[in-house]
């Protein structure tokens, strides 16, 4: 038998864009009968003041709201919001908070959060994603099922940036597809109707959440996760694996960074945009090297016209501008694949 301040079930809820009012929303469908620990992440900068996100959340609920500590002691009808640029993982019992490497450029992770969960607590996890952009939170929702556990997705109809749960709605089987004012209630109900079976958590979720909480891993971690690609990480350069038993593509690297193939994809954009520009920037001064020193040889009259290097300046600009057109193209097509 469970003492009162333990908590049975477990809560894990992952938003982004427009997720703080829609945590402030759901929060406020939450009563002292809520059988459960809830454990919240919200994507926000390194540098947000935390302590303020969650005086906000705190106004709209009557359950008791705190940033954790690492080892804390995991507490029923108790919110949990993860502290900015820190992992924010579950164990049986206790909360770790890390400095691990970026999960889809975030950290706190949604997928980190909803992955250590169902490793400890398995059938016994509620995973709930709210509004937000691309398909973070897919892949922890899809680990949280194969584990046994609820998967509730925000109505996207009703989200301000729908991107997050009809990516879970097309990838995982949902349970619930709700407006945020319906969770509450049907999670009491839902907790007191009966009580969850544990099940045995497949290998690779509680290997990826072992990898997450000692923020370290190493070649044969990988290689039980899946098979090298010849694609490198964006953040550190290592040879990226694709992970195998994942429901959309996700590649992880030896350090620990990991990318749906969306955000790798995005990415990648990124940085050939960025290599476009300095190749811009670097014929850009080529070619006014080029006509100060034609400018100089007329001046100067020393035997030259300076019109050669007239001439191979015009070369140049034709070449800005085609790279320049590359980059026009580039944005055009990555804003169509993402719509």
């Not at 900015?84 to 909360?95: R, S």
């Not at 994809?265 to 811009?280: H, K, M, P, Y």
């Not at 006014?288 to 050669?308: C, F, P, R, T, V």
């Amino acid at each position: 038998m469970m003492e009162h301040d333990e908590a049975k079930n477990i809560i894990t809820i992952g938003t982004s864009a427009g997720g703080i009012a829609a945590v402030s929303r759901l929060m406020a469908t939450f009563n002292l009968d809520l059988d459960a620990a809830v454990f919240v992440v919200i994507h926000v900068s390194r540098m947000s003041m935390t302590e303020v996100i969650l005086n906000t959340i705190q106004r709209h609920t009557v359950l008791k709201c705190v940033i954790p500590k690492d080892q804390q002691r995991i507490e029923n009808k108790t919110i949990y919001l993860a502290p900015a640029d820190h992992h924010m993982l579950i164990e049986k019992g206790t909360i770790s908070i890390t400095k691990g490497a970026y999960e889809n450029h975030w950290r706190p992770s949604i997928d980190v959060l909803f992955r250590s969960a169902a490793a400890s607590y398995n059938a016994c996890v509620t995973g709930i994603i709210l509004t937000g952009l691309l398909d973070d939170g897919t892949s922890g929702m899809h680990a949280i099922k194969r584990s046994g556990g609820l998967c509730i997705v925000q109505d996207p109809a009703e989200a301000d940036f729908p991107d997050m749960p009809n990516s879970v709605i097309h990838q995982v089987d949902v349970d619930y597809k709700l407006s945020v004012n319906e969770m509450g209630y049907i999670l009491t109900d839902l907790f007191t109707r009966g009580s969850c079976t544990e099940i045995e958590v497949p290998a690779d979720i509680k290997l990826e959440a072992q990898i997450a909480k000692r923020m370290t891993s190493s070649l044969n971690d990988n290689l039980q996760l899946g098979e090298p690609t010849s694609l490198t990480c964006p953040d550190c350069g290592g040879v990226l694996v694709k992970v195998n038993q994942d429901i959309i593509p996700r590649y992880r690297c030896y350090t620990g960074h990991t990318f749906t193939g969306k955000i790798l994809e995005e990415a990648q954009l990124n940085g050939i945009e960025d290599s476009l520009w300095v190749a811009i920037r670097m014929l850009e001064e080529r070619k006014n090297l080029l006509l100060n020193m034609g400018k100089y040889e007329l001046d100067a009259n020393q035997g030259q016209s300076g019109s050669g290097k007239q001439k191979h300046a015009e070369e140049i600009q034709v070449h800005v501008d085609r790279l320049k057109g590359v980059l026009m193209e580039l944005g055009t097509n990555n804003e169509a694949s993402n719509n």
